[in-house]
């Protein structure tokens, strides 16, 4: 193959904030692309149509594009091997799935979601990992036909060997061998027609013509249904390289829920895009001491995918905030520096909305900072005392933060109307006046418990970093719970 064949390709899911192991991911991709003369690709994967939505996807599309990363196909660009969204691809995979079934490679399964249920409990319960059983791999093909012509729903699932292993060389690992009955028979056509993420990413991967496959290293363990399914449909297989998994510094899994992970926290807290694609490149090139600093071409040409580490990439926080400390001193003109305050201040309409809501509540503009100076904040240094003049217990607010939390994350549309009704189903549900979950609400997410108003605040700030904020007044609260003051 020649250089200039290489075609990699992102694939995210649009079903929450762009995480920053996405843009990890993508780093690579783009930096493997440019250092073979090749094309990275950007292609939707909205296959989880009751989690994935259009605003989701924008969000995607932009935390990239501030990343710094350009693609030379995708939804919004359009190219050659298109839709580059699997939702506009969705009569492309029947035919492929009536091939296999054809050949004999699957089979049609009509268990339903209760006796797949009681087969994996029935399973666990006796030590043993849960996968299915085959017990629709016993029908004829006249069984079938009457199972489909009396109406009764149905996925397909595909067959796998029961003998051997599947042996493959990757990237990353090396040489790797996973026995076949660990493999678990895989649904690739859902009921509503819809095409699973194995089905679908084998499928597209092919037909985009892609050579290189890189992605985190939860999907090794994948690896073989889909080098199945390239192999039952007679196709040339691309390189898979797996990626090690982003981690705290503790080693766990980076997630939400211990810290940080969206790239629009990073963005809204002024954390400049050069520095985080620098952070994360380090990841993948070697530098001698005092050559920290680099722009994304000077990765690209340090860039070797030989010699790639399989230890866990460590998300030090610490380590981003010295970059990007230099890169602000370092790398920027007096001129670019108030540019690019501006343009962050005017980000999601931060100053321009804050001040909207603040022209009614001063009287005189030396006001401003301690009114709405919050939605420019990095960290609110939040301790238990600035708790004290709400009147609920301690034990009452951490419960109404602790509710509060995870409930907005089922927002789906992150806008003023559907923050404020859910914060006050919220407030029926625990049986608590809205004013009462109002006020700690106040103090989490702007330091005071005088402010712009709450919902348009929380709005303006975005998810994650309300988010961040909620967690982080939580905490201070427990403190106090548990100091019994």
């Not at 804050?354 to 100076?373: T, V």
Request: charged residues 25%; negative net charge.
């Amino acid at each position: 193959m020649t250089a200039s064949g290489v075609r990699v390709r992102i694939a995210p899911s649009p079903t929450g904030e762009p995480h920053v192991g996405t843009a990890y991911i993508a780093l690579f991709n783009y930096l493997f692309a440019k250092k073979h003369g090749g094309e990275f690709i950007l292609r939707i994967e909205d296959t989880d149509a009751t989690r994935s939505t259009p605003e989701f996807e924008t969000k995607v599309l932009d935390a990239l594009k501030w990343c710094g990363l350009e693609w030379s196909e995708g939804p919004d660009v359009g190219g050659p091997y298109g839709p580059y969204r699997q939702s506009d691809r969705k009569d492309m995979y029947q035919p492929y799935a009536q091939q296999l079934l054809d050949k004999g490679h699957a089979f049609r399964c009509f268990c339903t979601p209760e006796r797949l249920t009681e087969m994996r409990e029935a399973q666990r319960s006796s030590g043993k990992p849960p996968k299915y059983d085959g017990l629709c791999l016993k029908y004829s093909a006249e069984e079938v036909s009457a199972k489909m012509a009396s109406g009764e729903s149905s996925v397909i699932r595909m067959k796998i060997p029961t003998e051997g292993s599947c042996d493959f060389t990757d990237g990353v690992y090396g040489d790797v061998s996973i026995p076949w009955d660990s493999v678990d028979m895989q649904v690739l056509i859902k009921g509503d027609g819809m095409p699973t993420y194995h089905m679908a990413n084998v499928i597209d991967d092919h037909l985009m013509k892609i050579t290189h496959v890189a992605r985190g290293e939860e999907w090794l363990s994948s690896v073989p249904k889909h080098i199945l399914l390239y192999r039952y449909f007679e196709w040339d297989e691309p390189v898979f390289m797996h990626l090690s998994l982003m981690r705290n510094a503790d080693k766990s899994k980076l997630s939400k829920r211990k810290n940080p992970t969206s790239i629009s926290y990073y963005s809204a807290l002024g954390y400049i895009p050069e520095a985080l694609m620098n952070f994360l490149g380090l990841f993948f090139v070697q530098i001698a001491e005092g050559e920290e600093l680099l722009t994304i071409a000077d990765l690209v040409e340090k860039f070797d995918p030989e010699n790639l580490s399989k230890a866990g990439a460590i998300f030090d926080i610490q380590k981003l905030d010295w970059l990007n400390g230099r890169w602000i001193r370092e790398k920027m003109s007096e001129e670019e520096f108030r540019d690019r305050v501006l343009t962050w201040a005017m980000e999601n309409d931060r100053l321009k909305a804050g001040l909207g809501l603040s022209q009614s509540r001063i009287s005189k503009l030396g006001e401003l900072p301690e009114l709405m100076g919050f939605l420019l904040k990095s960290d609110l240094n939040l301790d238990p005392s600035a708790f004290a003049k709400i009147k609920s217990p301690p034990e009452e607010i951490l419960e109404i933060l602790n509710t509060v939390q995870p409930d907005l994350e089922k927002i789906l549309e992150w806008n003023v109307e559907a923050i404020e009704a859910e914060l006050r189903a919220i407030a029926d549900r625990m049986g608590k006046k809205l004013k009462v979950i109002v006020a700690p609400l106040f103090v989490a997410v702007s330091g005071s418990s005088r402010s712009l108003p709450l919902f348009d605040s929380m709005a303006i700030l975005g998810r994650s970093v309300v988010r961040q904020r909620l967690k982080l007044a939580a905490q201070a609260v427990a403190a106090l719970v548990g100091s019994g003051k």
